[in-house]
């Protein structure tokens, strides 16, 4: 009974059938949690080796290596609660904003250590931009929504050069065409799916090279999660992305290498199209057929 996972543990409590495969797989699991498939690439924007996450005395994530690679897709994916949205935050030190919250090991940009001291966390975080779950659109108008971050980092004073930043952002984004007569308007008066696109607007104004999506689509409708999805693909010309998704559908559809978490370890990491047809740890295997998570 100790060997079992605490998935199983947990499904076993409240009445949920297990078959003997799933014990099987749990067994080996358990005895072998170390990470599978190549975690490296050749050409890193970021790399973290041996990244803990405490919060308070609990750990939330153990020993975990992985590279980001030079304008990739790189999905994340595992159960709730298995620490991928922990890590990507570690990403761009938004976890240091928690103050029970300590982080070990090293995460290099560019060869970089982002965790030194002598970093400061407002230009990291202009450099490593992010998109939350839930559109969080500032209550300004859709243009000082986008103009806020080059204001704010000083990247021009000059008002044509702040409007053609707005207009370029917007264009990325692939909401001009829809925004261009409204500009004046509330960002919050857009649909969700808008909201979303202009939050990324915002990110990308300030020129990142690397973007966080934490479930950038969890809000959203089919059709607008189609016009996200068809935009991170856009975007990969120009940037470094790390997205944490549920969507095992969506992780296919627009990354190019797959990370499985389950319960602070990083189990698996390889190439999206190995990982969902021939994935090599059993606990990757369980989770992308479905058996548990």
Same mark, same amino acid.
């Given at each position: ?21 799933? #014990? ?11 990470? %599978?498939?190549?975690? &490296? %690439?050749?050409?890193?924007?970021? &790399? ?6 405490? +919060? ?14 030079? +304008? @990739? ?7 709730? =609660? ?5 890590? $990507?935050?570690?990403? /761009?030190?938004? /976890?240091? &904003? ?7 090991g090293k995460i290099h940009l560019d060869g970089e250590n982002i965790y030194h001291q ?5 230009? #990291? ?23 806020? =971050? ?27 065409? @829809? ?32 973007? $966080?999506?934490?479930?950038?689509c969890s809000a959203l409708d089919p059709i607008s999660t189609a016009?996200?999805?068809? #935009? ?27 990370? +499985?978490?389950?319960? =602070? ?7 999206? /199209? ?10 990757? @295997?369980? +989770? ?6």
């Amino acid at each position: 009974m100790n060997t079992l996972s605490e998935d199983l543990l947990i499904s076993r409590r409240i009445g949920l059938s297990i078959s003997t495969e799933d #014990l099987d797989a749990a067994e080996v699991a358990e005895t072998n949690r170390d990470t %599978v498939g190549d975690y &490296t %690439v050749f050409d890193p924007k970021i &790399t973290a080796r041996d990244v803990n996450v405490f +919060y308070g005395t609990k750990q939330a994530i153990c020993g975990v290596n992985l590279d980001l690679g030079n +304008y @990739e897709v790189l999905a994340m994916i595992g159960p709730s =609660g298995c620490g991928k949205s922990t890590f $990507l935050r570690c990403l /761009n030190r938004m /976890n240091d &904003t928690i103050a029970e919250c300590r982080v070990s090991g090293k995460i290099h940009l560019d060869g970089e250590n982002i965790y030194h001291q002598n970093i400061d966390e407002v230009l #990291l975080r202009a450099r490593v931009g992010m998109v939350f779950q839930k559109p969080n659109p500032f209550p300004k108008s859709i243009f000082e929504n986008v103009a806020y =971050g080059p204001r704010l980092h000083g990247m021009t004073r000059d008002i044509g050069t702040l409007w053609d930043i707005v207009e370029s952002s917007l264009r990325k984004a692939a909401l001009w065409d @829809e925004v261009k007569d409204i500009l004046e308007q509330p960002g919050t008066s857009l649909s969700g799916g808008q909201q979303q696109r202009l939050c990324i607007a915002r990110a990308i104004s300030i020129n990142p090279e690397v973007i $966080l999506m934490d479930e950038p689509c969890s809000a959203l409708d089919p059709i607008s999660t189609a016009k996200i999805e068809q #935009l991170i693909d856009e975007l990969r010309e120009h940037y470094s992305i790390a997205i944490v998704t549920h969507s095992m559908q969506q992780a296919a559809r627009v990354s190019q290498r797959t990370a +499985y978490f389950h319960l =602070g370890d990083l189990i698996e990491v390889g190439a999206t /199209n190995q990982i969902f047809s021939d994935p090599l740890h059993p606990l990757t @295997e369980a +989770y992308i057929s479905g058996r548990f998570g």
